[in-house]
């Protein structure tokens, strides 16, 4: 099964609903899309989790260095990682209670995808969510 994101409309739901993300690769550096996509995401209003076992803290939240280590409750899993990882971070995603995997512009990976959806997460790759965020919500 080839990769398919899901509607507009669920994607509105999704982003609606949604008060906390999980940012795998988000960076400290304010030069760096991670921190500019996420920034502007928190100034929404969401709450961000950084994952990153590189920092410590990134805008003004805790730094994770794995998924799994986040105690509180996921929403979105949002990855700025190229797309050879997004399998084993998918592995890692299914760990949690989060069920949906979002890849960032760019990022796109079948084997991430299946597996994923046989977990039943709804999956959303190759696409900004801030763009998404701004045009559909």
Known sequence: MTWE???NEAVKEILESAKTIAVVGLSDN???TSYQISKIMQEQ???IIPVNPKVDEVLGEK???TLTEIEENIDIINVFRRSEFLPAIAKEAAQTDCRVFWA???LVSQEAYGYLQEREF???MDMCIKVAHSVLV
């Open 63 to 65: 730094a994770y260095d």
């Open 5 to 7: 994101n899901p509607s």
């Open 45 to 47: 209003g969401y709450t």
């Open 30 to 32: 304010t030069e760096r």
């Open 104 to 106: 960032q512009q760019g």
């Open 122 to 124: 709804t999956v959303i």
